[in-house]
C-alpha cells in the first residue's frame, strides 16, 4: 500500500516532471465527464513535496472529486482551470480562487488578510521576494506558461512554516508527460487607454525592449563610494560620468505599442535500463504598456484641505523574461526531480505631473499649476531557484528529502526626479536647484538569498484503519543586503544657480557645461530619513511531529505540533536602531473530517500561527512604490504577530468536479501589523510606515458552488458534447481593530510611542480586508474537443489601503481603495492542422472598464482623491501550436 510523506500533500492536486499521479492527473482533468462513484477500495497517493496529507485511503467508494480526501481545507487550480480563466500570471488566475484577491502588484490576499500573513511556495519551498516591501514574492512574476498548477490551503498543518495567517499558496511548475512536445505561441493585444494613445517614455538603453539594461545605467563606482560613506560629489569631472539625456528626457510617444509575448516550451521522457527520465524546458517574453493619467491630492486638515492637488500621467513599460528547466527520473517507487526557474521583471517609466500647494505659499497664476514634475524610473527584479526532490518510497517508510537555492535582485538605477515652479516673472517654470524647486537622483539596490533544507519521513501502521505517524525537520537561511542612495543636485555652495538656466529642460540643466561653469554638486541626502543601506537576516529551525488516523467509519483526524525558532535581525548602517527578535514557538492544529453521508463530509479546524514582520517593514530606509508613487519606512519596532485560527466547513461532492461547500471562519489576531500613512515634516507628500495594532479580529463566511450541466438534451449533433459550466463563489470578511489607550510605536522614525487610539480606530477594518468578494463564471465547452467561452465575473468592495495619517494631533480618514465589479471574456478553439494541435485564444478584460480609485472621504461628503485614474478595456489574440 503506498502513501506520502507529511509533506506530500501540497503536491496533492499536481503532476510531477515524469509520470503524474492519478490523483493529480484528475485534478488537472477538470474538463472530464462526470463520472458515477464506484463501490471499491481506492488507495491515493500523490508523493511531493509539501505534503499534508500521510495516506489517504477511502474505504467502500472512489471519490472523483479529489480535493475531498485531503486532511485539511484546501482550493485548487488546475493547469486546465488556469486555461480557461485565460490569465498571463497566476496572480490574475487565483482571484478566482474563494476568498481570494490581489492587492497592488501581485500580492494575494487570503480572506482577508494580506500577503504578509500567508506563505508563496514553489514545488512545495519557500522563495524570497525581490520587492523591498516584501517577504513573500509577488504573484504577477509567474507567468502561466510555466505552472502547472496552483494550490491554497487555508488550514494550517503542522509541516508548514509557522507563517500561515491566510494560507498557503503553492505553485507546481509544469511536468514532462510521458509523450514528449514542441510548443511555440504567440500573442498581441491592445489596451483602449493606452494603445496607440498618448503616453511618454525616455531612451534608455538599446535593450530596453527586452527588458535588460545595456550598461548605459551601470552605477559608478564614485556613486557608490559616496553613498556608503556619506559624502557629497562635488568633482565635475565625476558629475559628468552620469548618465544624462539617455534617462533624463522625457518624450511624447503619440501611438504607445501594442502589447506583445512570444514563448515556447519542450519535453522528452526517455526509459534508461530500469529508470524513466524525464526533460522539460520552457521559455517566455513578454512586453506590454500602461498609461495612467493621474489624479492625486494629499489632505492636510480635518476638513478635506488638499496641501497638494494634481495630475499627473505615468506611463509603464513592463518586460518579463521566464524561463524554465526540470529533470525527473522515476525508478521503481522512487521519485528524483530537479527544478530551476528564471524570472526576469522589468518596468520602465516615465511620469510628468502639475500640482497645485497654495497651503504652502507656492501660488499658481492665473490658473497655471504652483510647479511641474517630471519623472523617469527603471525597477529591475530577478528571481532564480534551482530545487531538488527525493521521494523515496520503502513500503511502509516514505521519505522525503528537499533542498533549494534562491536567489532575487531588484535594481533601481537612475531614479530621477524635477521638480519646476512656476515663476510670474518670467511667466515660465524655472528650476534654481534650489528649494523649493529640485533635481534628484536615486541608486538602489537588493538582493536576497534564502537557502532552505527539509527532510520529512512516514510511517504507516499495519493495522485495521489507517493511521500514519509523520515527522519532519526544516531550515531555511535568508539574508538581504539592500542600499539607497539619494543625492540632490544643487548650485553652488548649496545654493541657487543662475536665472541663465533654469528654465532650461532637465538634460541641459545638468549638461556638462552648466555643471562645470555653474559650479552644480551633488549632494548625498541618504540618510535624511532613515538608513543609506541595510543588511538583514532571518533563520528558522522547525521540527513537527503528526498523525493522521481514522478512528472510526468515516471519522477522520489529523492532528500534530510544530515547534518553530527564528532569529531574525535588520542592521541598518549609520546611527539609526536596528533590529533583533529571537522568538521560539509551539505551534499546534487539528482537523477532524465527517464522511457523514457517501458524498458530504464537515470539517472542524483549530490552529496556532504566526507571522513575523518582514525585513522593510522592520527596516529604516526609504523606498519609492512605483505602483502608488508613495514613499515607505519601515519600523524598527516591529513585534511578531500571533493568530489564533478557528474553522468549520461543509462539502457536498455530487459528481466529478462538482461541489458545493460553505464555511465559517474565526481568527485572534495578537500585534497585527498595519499601514500608517504619513505625511512628513515638512512635505506635502504622502509616507507610508508601520506599526502594531494592539489586537485585531477577523470572521467571516464563504461559500462555493460549481455544476457542469450537459446539453445534449437540447438535440443536434452541435450540443451532442456541450456542457455548461457554472461556478460561483462569494466570501463575507469582517475584521475589528480593538485599539484604545495602549501604547504601540509611531510609524515616524525616530518618535517616541503613541497611544493607539491615535492611529487606529476601535472598531476600523484590518488594512487591505474587503467585506465582499464575489466571483461567478459561466461558460459553454465542448467534453471531447477544445472549444471554451468562459465569461468571468469578479468584484471586490471597498477596503483600506492605509490608516488615515496624523496631521496636527488629529487623525485623518482611512484611505480607500474601491476595487468594483470587472467582466471578462476568454474564448478558446482548437484544431489539427498538418499534424499539429492549435489553439486560438481571444480575451477581452476589464470590459465594464472599472477605473482604480483610491480615496479619502471627509465630513460632508468632501472627497480627496489620493490616486485614481482610468484602466482601458484590454484585448488579445494569441495562437500556439504543438507539435
Known amino acids: 500500500m503506498k502513501k506520502s510523506t507529511a509533506f506530500g500533500s501540497l503536491l496533492l492536486l499536481t503532476s510531477q516532471l515524469v509520470a503524474p499521479q492519478a490523483l493529480a492527473q484528475a485534478a488537472q482533468d477538470s474538463a472530464a465527464e462526470a463520472a458515477p462513484q464506484d463501490e471499491e477500495e481506492v488507495e491515493i497517493s500523490a508523493p511531493g513535496a509539501g505534503d499534508t496529507s500521510d495516506e489517504i485511503v477511502v474505504i467502500g467508494r472512489n471519490f472523483p472529486n479529489v480535493i475531498k480526501v485531503t486532511p485539511q481545507v484546501v482550493s485548487v487550480l488546475s493547469n486546465a482551470d488556469i486555461a480557461r480563466t485565460g490569465e498571463g500570471d497566476i496572480a490574475g488566475a487565483l482571484t478566482r480562487v474563494t476568498g481570494l484577491s490581489v492587492v497592488g502588484n501581485g500580492f494575494v490576499y487570503v480572506r482577508g488578510l494580506g500577503d504578509r500573513y500567508s506563505s508563496s511556495l514553489l514545488n512545495g519551498l519557500p522563495l524570497p521576494s525581490p520587492e523591498p516591501l516584501r517577504r513573500v514574492v509577488p504573484l504577477d512574476l509567474f507567468p502561466t506558461n510555466i505552472v502547472a498548477s496552483a494550490l491554497v490551503q487555508k488550514s494550517y498543518s503542522p509541516n508548514y512554516p509557522g507563517e500561515f495567517g491566510g494560507g498557503a499558496i503553492n505553485l507546481t511548475t509544469r511536468a514532462a508527460p510521458r509523450d514528449g512536445f514542441f510548443e511555440i505561441e504567440g500573442s498581441i493585444g491592445f489596451d483602449t487607454v493606452t494603445t496607440s494613445e498618448l503616453g511618454y517614455t525616455y531612451d534608455g538603453g538599446s535593450h530596453d525592449v527586452f527588458g535588460y539594461d545595456d550598461g548605459e545605467r551601470t552605477v559608478p563606482g564614485f556613486i557608490k563610494a559616496a553613498g556608503a560613506a556619506g559624502t557629497s560629489i562635488t568633482d565635475a569631472a565625476q558629475l559628468m560620468q552620469l548618465s544624462n539625456a539617455p534617462t533624463t528626457v522625457v518624450f511624447e510617444n503619440a501611438h504607445i505599442p501594442a502589447n506583445w509575448s512570444v514563448g515556447t516550451s519542450f519535453a522528452k521522457t526517455v526509459d534508461i535500463g530500469g529508470a524513466r527520465v524525464g526533460l522539460i524546458g520552457a521559455g517566455g517574453l513578454s512586453n506590454s504598456w500602461q498609461t495612467r493619467a493621474q489624479k492625486q491630492q494629499v489632505a492636510i486638515g480635518a476638513d478635506g484641505g488638499l496641501a497638494s492637488d494634481g495630475n499627473q500621467v505615468t506611463t509603464d513599460n513592463r518586460v518579463i523574461a521566464n524561463g524554465l528547466l526540470g529533470l525527473g527520473i522515476e525508478a521503481g517507487e522512487h521519485l528524483i526531480r530537479f527544478t530551476n526557474v528564471y524570472i526576469h521583471d522589468t518596468l520602465k517609466q516615465a511620469i510628468i505631473g502639475q500640482f497645485d500647494e497654495e497651503n504652502f505659499g507656492i501660488p499658481g497664476q492665473f490658473g497655471v499649476p504652483s510647479f511641474a514634475t517630471q519623472n523617469t524610473n527603471w525597477f529591475e527584479r530577478q528571481l532564480f531557484t534551482s530545487q531538488i526532490v527525493a521521494e523515496l518510497d520503502f513500503g511502509a517508510v516514505d521519505v522525503d528529502l528537499r533542498g533549494a537555492y534562491a536567489n532575487t535582485k531588484r535594481k533601481a538605477p537612475y531614479e530621477r526626479a524635477f521638480r519646476y515652479i512656476w515663476d510670474p516673472v518670467v511667466s515660465d517654470y524655472t528650476n534654481a536647484l534650489s528649494s523649493p524647486s529640485a533635481a534628484t537622483i536615486a541608486f538602489s539596490d537588493l538582493n536576497e538569498d ?95 511531529i503528526q498523525g493522521e488516523a481514522e478512528i472510526a467509519d468515516g471519522l477522520r483526524v489529523a492532528a500534530g505540533v510544530r515547534y518553530e525558532t527564528a532569529e531574525q535581525q535588520v542592521n541598518p548602517t549609520g546611527a539609526v536602531a536596528g533590529t533583533r527578535l529571537d522568538n521560539d514557538y509551539w505551534l499546534p492544529a487539528a482537523t477532524v473530517t465527517w464522511n457523514f453521508a457517501p458524498d458530504m463530509q464537515l470539517r472542524v479546524h483549530g490552529s496556532k500561527t504566526i507571522a513575523r514582520p518582514q525585513f522593510r517593514e522592520l527596516a529604516p530606509q526609504l523606498y519609492q512604490d512605483f505602483e502608488s508613487s508613495r514613499q515607505f519606512i519601515g519600523n524598527p519596532l516591529l513585534v511578531d504577530s500571533q493568530l489564533y485560527n478557528a474553522e468549520a466547513r461543509y462539502e457536498w461532492y455530487f459528481a466529478r468536479d462538482q461541489r458545493l461547500t460553505a464555511a465559517g471562519f474565526f481568527k485572534k489576531i495578537d500585534n497585527p501589523i498595519e ?157 489539427e492542422l498538418a499534424g499539429a494541435e492549435f489553439e486560438v485564444k481571444f480575451e477581452g478584460r476589464n470590459l465594464t472598464k472599472t477605473r482604480y480609485q483610491e480615496y479619502q472621504t471627509f465630513a460632508g461628503d468632501v472627497r480627496v482623491d489620493t490616486n485614481t485614474y482610468d484602466v482601458g478595456r484590454k484585448f488579445s489574440l494569441s495562437l500556439s501550436a504543438k507539435f
Request: negative net charge; hydrophobic residues 40%; charged residues 15%.
Open 450 to 544: 534564502l537557502w532552505t533544507g527539509a527532510a520529512d519521513i512516514a510511517y504507516e501502521f499495519d493495522s485495521a484503519r489507517p493511521i500514519t505517524v509523520s515527522a519532519g525537520y526544516a531550515y531555511s537561511d535568508t539574508t538581504r543586503q539592500s542600499y539607497r542612495y539619494f543625492f540632490r543636485f544643487v548650485g553652488p555652495n548649496n545654493g541657487p544657480v543662475g536665472t541663465a538656466v533654469s528654465q532650461q529642460r532637465p538634460d541641459y540643466l545638468l549638461s556638462d557645461y552648466n555643471l562645470q561653469t555653474y559650479g552644480i554638486t551633488l549632494r548625498n541626502e541618504s540618510t535624511g530619513t532613515g538608513a543609506a543601506a541595510y543588511d538583514a537576516s532571518l533563520k528558522v529551525h522547525a521540527g513537527y
Open 675 to 831: 499601514a500608517v500613512a504619513f505625511v512628513a515634516a515638512g512635505s506635502t507628500s504622502l509616507q507610508t510606515g508601520f506599526s502594531n495594532a494592539p489586537s485585531a479580529k477577523l470572521w467571516g463566511g464563504e461559500i462555493e458552488a460549481q455544476k457542469f450541466v450537459g446539453l445534449d438534451a437540447l438535440g443536434g449533433d452541435f450540443f451532442a458534447t456541450k456542457r455548461l459550466l457554472l461556478v460561483a463563489n462569494y466570501t463575507y470578511t469582517k475584521s475589528e481593530i480593538e485599539s484604545g489607550d495602549q501604547l504601540v510605536p509611531s510609524p515616524i522614525l525616530g518618535a517616541p510611542a503613541v497611544q493607539s487610539s491615535l492611529l487606529f480606530d476601535d472598531g476600523a477594518p484590518l488594512v487591505g480586508q474587503s467585506d465582499h468578494l464575489v466571483n461567478f463564471q459561466i461558460g459553454i465547452e465542448d467534453t471531447e474537443s477544445l472549444s471554451q467561452l468562459t465569461v468571468l465575473f469578479n468584484y471586490a468592495s471597498e477596503r483600506v489601503t492605509n490608516r488615515g495619517p496624523v496631521v496636527e494631533g488629529i487623525r485623518l480618514p482611512d484611505i480607500i481603495e474601491k476595487p468594483g465589479l470587472t467582466i471578462d471574456l476568454v474564448a478558446r478553439q482548437g484544431f
